[in-house]
């Protein structure tokens, strides 16, 4: 998996960007509680094996996948994952209904920020985790239900897909939390 993390102070030679793409428990492949971390596991494995092991990271270059051509060459813009890159069509990692809302995504993203698609952009997957493929149900009180007391939230509790969600979703915890005791 990787991990786009940016250093504190966004000095790198690259924007570091995602596109998070919806996932629904019908994309899992069974009914199994527990399908979402397996259907994570196998977006992992195929990304393991299309970067040649050793943890190198697959990519692919936005105009390549946009043209459902390989990519064999950089052009001006150059990875920096640490533990280095492999070729590897996005196509091969991802269902195609994921690489289908991707290939939706980019060029929308492009005609709001442009360059997101340039045809040299590099593609480095997988990030395969957002916010948890388990979700802790909650009722309308925000607690666990059957858990009084429990308030699961965020993105280990299946409840927020980033920082910012997460944080806003604490909040609006505590404030529950809060009224409770006020």
Known sequence: MTNGMSNFAREGKNANSALVVQVKRADFGGTHPLAGVEFQR???????R?????YRA?????????????????GEVLPTYARGTAFAPMDALFPAAITGALRAALPDMDARLKGFAAADAVLTGVESRTSSPVRIVRGEDLQ?????????????CGYAGGIMSA?????RVAERIAEKYL
């Not at 196998?42 to 393991?48: D, N, P, Q, S, W």
């Open 50 to 54: 299309a970067g040649g092991g050793e």
């Open 144 to 156: 666990a239900i059957g858990k009084r007391g429990i308030y699961p939230c965020g993105e280990g």
């Open 58 to 74: 697959p990519v692919q270059l936005a105009g390549d996948f946009l043209a459902g051509r390989e990519s064999t060459r950089f």
């Open 167 to 171: 944080a806003a979703d604490g909040l």
């Open 42 to 48: 196998k977006l992992e494995r195929a990304a393991f």
